[in-house]
């Protein structure tokens, strides 16, 4: 599986950005996806997950009830639709892909590890 994040940029605190990530190699509709960044100096860092019927999702606490996840399966995109953003939002974001269809609160799933797919990363800028 080949992923492609794409949509970061520059935004002021409090503004919106919508990152997209489409694979190819393998229909979406058959993975685990979730996007995780990293600021500079910083530990990795998971940020959503979403399961491969769409039905689950998963966010870490700095997330919950800025950010949503989805996917479109019939363009074979998951997204990350960011409101409020902060300045601590700042990293590069990473999305990644699963064959796996477990869960998406394991260890492996929230460390990173059990995804084995990873794209470039975007980079988001959040002035304050």
């Known amino acids: 599986v080949q992923l492609q994040a794409s949509g970061g940029g520059s935004v002021q605190a409090g503004g919106s950005m919508r990152l997209s990530c489409v694979a190819s190699g393998r229909t979406i509709s058959s993975l685990n996806m979730g996007w995780f960044r990293r600021a500079p100096g910083r530990e990795r860092e998971f940020v959503a997950a979403?399961?491969?019927?769409?039905?689950?999702?998963n966010y870490a606490d700095p997330a919950k009830g800025r950010f949503t996840i989805s996917k479109d399966n019939a363009k074979n995109t998951m997204f990350l639709q960011m409101n409020s953003l902060k300045p601590e939002d700042t990293a590069n974001y990473y999305c990644?892909?699963?064959?796996?269809?477990?869960?998406?609160?394991?260890?492996?799933?929230?460390?990173?590890?059990?995804?084995?797919?990873w794209g470039q990363g975007t980079q988001v800028t959040v002035s304050s």
């Open positions: 979403i399961s491969w019927t769409g039905g689950r999702t």
């Open positions: 990644v892909a699963d064959e796996s269809t477990g869960s998406l609160s394991t260890v492996s799933a929230l460390n990173g590890k059990g995804y084995r797919n």
